[in-house]
């Protein structure tokens, strides 16, 4: 009887342990409602900067700009299919009224963020997420340049994959 | 008529003659005071060893306390880290008096400003440690809907400190003796609880020692036969409930009825703790030889101290003849 208990006991610690690790990075459509977003501070390790809408230099346990994302619909809808390559769109949480995303503005030929409520299906507001080993790059979907960021904290676009920003995803509590 | 010649004739008598007359009685005088003297001094003497003996074992119900001379030395930082002054605090500790509500005074021990008058010299040595360490710990998404996994990390910051602390006691008989406490505690960040500061973990610290050195104060109060009993564990169902009973009978001073008690729990599962409490309830009794035998190897500073006093008088007394009770149970 112990050892049917204490079996019972480590199994449900196991299962508890394992539903601590995320299933998706993505914030759903219901926690978006209720605000209840899947937070990252997002890290280039080579410049030292966390993405945001005003870049900082990363400083554990500091007080950082924190990034959600969000997989945009329904343009998306072929991208849920199991298999299918991700698109995302990438949000700051910095400005708690306001959804700023991040763009690849078309028209002024620039990447930061801008202003994302009530604006869906943009294509230039889509990145492709690429995973390299235990960091990531984003293509954008518009015209499949990558994400860069500088030395200063500016951010750049680059054709070359290589040039691209890896970026380290921290979650935070 | 006839006295005033027996007189006449008194004192017709040589002056020599009566000198070495006069003489011998003042010896003889002597004599026997002096013997009646020695023979006093011998009877008193045997009382006197019997009211030592019956005055120690009624010192315990007497208005005077315990109390030994403690001179407190110094207490090296051995380690690197000055943020707090342990030797310090246990400094303060040991000074501090110690009040109950059912006791006036627990002063167990007087600080002394020399080393010679002291009974116990206690110094030491600490080594105090804390770190803050940031972890990372790797993750995978757990959805395999996608094309491919996105990694990410998670940041723990782990607070930790722990402290080594060694007392030394040094008794004014030669002897040393040593006790240790070794205190260690982290807190890690999760999304469970909120994670302890250095501060916190450094409060705690401090009161970990605070409790050892409370420990240390652990003795009789003579006047009411104040007796700390060491907590003992019992998973028996029925000893337990009797153990509930036993404890008042310290207050009783039935101390045969819980040495009984308590030996009986010892022979089922020996403990530090069990063996603690035998050992005082045959002190209490004043069968200081078996109080001994189950103090044996006790790290409490205070016990041995006070049965390094109870064991020269008992001793002595043995060795002059005393036939001291032995109480058992």
Not at chain 2, 159 to 164: H, K, P, R, V
Not at chain 2, 166 to 191: C, I, M, N, P, R
Not at chain 2, 197 to 202: I, T, Y
Request: net charge negative; aromatic share 12%; hydrophobic share 35%.
């Amino acid at each position: 009887m112990l050892r049917l208990i204490s079996f019972l006991l480590i199994t449900f610690i196991v299962c508890v342990s394992s539903q601590a690790q995320l299933s998706t990075i993505h914030t759903s459509e219901r926690d978006i409602l209720s605000k209840d977003y899947t937070k990252f501070i997002l890290v280039n390790e080579a410049t030292g900067y966390a993405l945001g809408k005003e870049p900082v230099k990363f400083v554990p346990g500091g007080d950082m700009p924190e990034i959600y994302f969000t997989v945009d619909l329904p343009a998306n809808a072929a991208s849920l299919a199991t298999g299918a390559p991700r698109d995302l769109v990438i949000h700051s949480t910095e400005v708690p009224s306001e959804d700023w995303v991040l763009e690849n503005n078309r028209n002024q030929g620039d990447i930061f963020f801008g202003r994302g409520r009530f604006v869906v299906n943009s294509i230039d507001k889509q990145w492709k997420v690429q995973v390299m080993d235990d960091v990531v790059i984003f293509q954008s979907k518009y015209d499949n340049n990558y994400l860069e960021i500088d030395q200063q904290g500016d951010l750049k676009r680059t054709s070359s994959m290589p040039e691209a920003a890896r970026w380290k995803l921290y979650y935070v509590y | 008529m006839k006295n005033r010649y027996k007189i006449k004739e008194y004192l017709n008598i040589d002056s020599g003659k009566h000198s070495l007359l006069m003489f011998n009685s003042a010896v003889r005088f002597a004599g026997k005071t002096i013997l009646v003297m020695l023979i006093t001094c011998f009877f008193f003497q045997i009382d006197a060893f019997a009211q030592q003996g019956e005055c120690y074992k009624r010192s315990l119900k007497s208005k005077t306390p315990l109390r030994h001379k403690i001179f407190i030395g110094e207490f090296e930082n051995k380690g690197t880290n000055n943020d707090v002054d342990f030797g310090e605090i246990v400094r303060e500790k040991l000074n501090e008096q110690r009040h109950s509500i059912f006791t006036k005074d627990l002063q167990i021990f007087v600080p002394v400003d020399s080393k010679d008058e002291a009974d116990v010299i206690v110094s030491g040595e600490y080594v105090y440690n804390n770190n803050t360490e940031v972890i990372e710990k790797p993750f995978m998404e757990r959805s395999t809907s996608y094309a491919s996994r996105i990694p990410y990390f998670e940041i723990r910051v782990k607070n930790s400190a722990d402290l080594n602390f060694v007392f030394q006691f040094e008794y004014k008989d030669g002897t040393t003796a040593f006790d240790t406490l070794y205190h260690e505690d982290s807190s890690e960040t999760s999304d469970k609880r909120e994670i302890k500061s250095q501060v916190v973990l450094e409060e705690e610290t401090i009161k970990t020692l605070g409790r050892k050195i409370w420990d240390y104060k652990n003795i009789v109060d003579s006047e009411k036969f104040w007796v700390k009993m060491p907590k003992v564990k019992i998973k028996d169902k029925e000893m337990k409930s009797q153990y509930k009973e036993m404890r008042k009978y310290v207050e009783e001073k039935k101390f045969k009825e819980l040495g009984a008690f308590y030996k009986k729990l010892y022979e089922q599962k020996p403990s530090d703790e069990l063996a603690q409490c035998i050992g005082i309830c045959y002190e209490m009794l004043g069968n200081f030889e078996k109080a001994q035998e189950y103090y044996d190897g006790a790290s409490d500073f205070a016990i041995n101290m006070r049965m390094k006093d109870h064991m020269e008088l008992y001793n002595y007394l043995l060795e002059i003849g005393m036939t001291l009770p032995k109480e058992e149970f």
